[in-house]
């Protein structure tokens, strides 16, 4: 019997998709979902998404965008109106001029790093993230045949990625990009401006790409973020209408891209997305005029937080990231584990409390991490801490 051609290529593909871990932050909330399925109550501290529902202004658009009835593909690279609107959220938030042609709309950060990806690294490539860091850029670098090199973070460097470790791990073996992220996921913690231009540095004088994730930028509790385009603009910025604009399931997010990038990603996009959702992007330009909406939303992030941090060192929890920004705990729970899977198994079925263990985010150290997004209500984080406290004891 022949072998078809599929058959011949699947041992590579199927090694390649191994590689491609499961997102456990979603293996929770099916489980949570099963259990509530059952009759029994969750409250759910597992997923990063903000409870609050998109903005007024954004849903008033999108329904007179649905009246007109006309819902067609726009231009690959998204809306120009909403393109310059992007634009000029960079002059007003950060005082840092771009042109609207360099912002790229897309179906959600999500898709902004594949575009962002397949335009600045070849297979085999070497790209540095973070341990802690978000699951899906270790996963879509492997996906995508890159290969990410984790650096990991120290209590000693402010659980930051620093310039100095990027130089030592480019030393070792040759990097192509670096990949930060600030505010961060899971830790919260911020890399300060400083910093920030040391990283745009380093990464200019080794020739590397610096692409740095801003999604939680508006979500800050001290000092305001920066925009790594300050003081580098040759910087791929990724950002998002997720998580400040409270948008999650709309899809929708933007890149900026050096000029030189524009053409190649926006062919890529034609083929890959043929353009961002039009509704959403009525919604999102929409988004802009409802600050005052959205700064009410994080004002109840920052008294959850508040609360989570003085409450969960009583119930046993005392081992925290800096929460700078964003809306996560990251909390060390070595003296109740080394497997944080089995622990938030248990936690869910025990205590009725969803949280996302640190495997998800660090493949070594994360056994003895839990996740728990305060991005639900005050209700949320009182439940949970009253919960804990019974089943912690
Ligand atoms: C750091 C970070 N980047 C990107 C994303 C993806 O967001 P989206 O595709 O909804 O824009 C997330 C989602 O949780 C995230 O935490």
Known sequence: ?????????????????????????????????????????VIHMEVGQPSAPAPRAAREAAKAALDLGRIGYTEALGMSALRERIARHYRDTYGVSIAPERVVVTTGSSAGFVLAF??????????????????????????????PVTIPLAKADGWIMTAEAIEKAHAEKPLHGILA???????GTMIGRKALAGLGETCRRL????????????????????TALTSDDDAVVINSFSKYYCMTGWRIGWIVVPERLVRPIERLAQNLYISPPYLSQVAALAAFDAMEELEAVKAGYARNRAYLLEELPKVGITEMHPVDGAFYIYADIARFTNDSIGFSKRM?????????????????????????SFAGSENDCHETVARLKGWLK
């Open 181 to 187: 992220m600030s505010p961060a996921n899971p830790s």
């Open 1 to 41: 019997m022949t072998k078809s051609s599929a058959d011949l290529r699947s041992p590579l593909i199927a090694r390649r998709m191994d590689r491609v871990a499961s997102f456990l932050a979603m293996d929770v909330l099916s489980a949570a979902a099963a259990k509530e399925r059952r009759g029994d109550s």
């Open 207 to 226: 020739g590397l790409w610096f692409v740095s994730d801003e999604i939680y930028h508006g979500l800050t509790y001290g000092e305001p973020a920066s």
């Open 348 to 372: 869910l079925e025990e205590a009725g409390v969803a949280a996302t263990p640190g495997l998800d985010f660090d493949p070594i150290e994360g056994s003895h991490y839990l996740r728990l």
């Open 118 to 147: 397949l335009s600045l690294f070849d297979q085999g490539q070497r790209v540095a993230i973070t341990a802690p860091g978000y699951p899906a850029y270790r996963n879509i670098l492997e996906a995508l045949g890159i290969e």
